[in-house]
């Protein structure tokens, strides 16, 4: 075998191929400095630094308005939610009623566990606090899922607050939760709120292939929900 090098005109019949399509992967935006503000949720809070911002599409109520995506450990992405729902004229028992209600059949099913909760006063918010494990398939790897939610009371808005990791690594992320909760404000009138979801834990207790939350978290795991290249780390 044999070759040679010769020059573009010298062959014959060349294809004559127009410039290939490249594609662009965007990068979601990444929180660069502390203080963050929204005023689409007209709320403002510390958030983690270098964690990748999303506003995921809405195309289920109880897909959250904001998700903060940290560095990938271990196969796995932590994941910080922030969903503003009406309140509706709905007061914080009311809301723990609706929402005790449609985790009972996980609960009894025994794929969601609740290890706590109470209620307390969080930065002169009225707030709500819940522990929860839960049992799914991610990547067709049983996986344990721990999630701390907070739910914070304004005169129009609950504000809910979702914390979600694997089990061995749930610690390791959760002075970040702490610091947006307890730096949490409200900053101005909150615009295009949308109605229903507000409970994480809710949705993705069901583990049904169609629940989206079960979706989202799997596609946290494998790396699907962020268009970028930097896979080594997130």
């Given amino acids: 075998l044999s070759a040679k090098v010769v020059s573009r005109d010298s062959v ?12 662009v992967q965007s990068q979601a935006p990444i929180v660069e400095e502390e203080a963050y503000s929204s005023e689409k949720l007209g709320v403002k809070f510390d958030a ?16 959250p308005d904001l998700v903060f ?41 025994g794929q969601l566990e609740i290890l706590s909760e109470q209620k307390s006063t969080i930065s002169e918010f009225e707030a709500y606090t819940k ?11 049983p996986t344990n899922i721990l999630f701390r939610e907070v739910i914070l009371v304004t005169p129009e808005y609950f504000y809910t607050i979702t914390y979600s990791n694997e089990e061995t690594l749930f610690k390791n992320n959760l002075g970040n939760f702490n610091e947006i909760i307890h730096s949490f404000a409200l900053e101005t009138e909150t615009n295009n709120a949308n109605e229903g979801g507000g409970c994480l834990i809710a949705t993705a ?11 989202f978290l799997r596609e946290i795991k494998d790396n699907t929900l962020l268009s970028t290249t930097s896979d080594a780390t997130f």
């Fill in 12 to 23: 014959e019949n060349i294809l004559d191929l127009d410039e290939p399509e490249r594609m």
């Fill in 131 to 141: 522990n929860a494990k839960g049992k799914f398939i991610l990547s067709g790897t």
């Fill in 205 to 215: 207790a069901y583990g049904s292939e169609l629940a989206p939350q079960v979706q």
């Fill in 69 to 109: 995506v940290g560095p990938k450990v271990s196969g796995y992405n932590p994941a910080i939610s922030i969903t503003a729902t009406p309140r509706d004229g709905l007061s914080l028992d009311e809301k723990i009623s609706e929402i005790n209600e449609s985790l009972q059949d996980a609960i009894n099913s």
């Fill in 48 to 63: 983690p630094q270098g964690w990748f911002i999303q506003e995921p599409e809405k195309t289920n109520p109880s897909i």
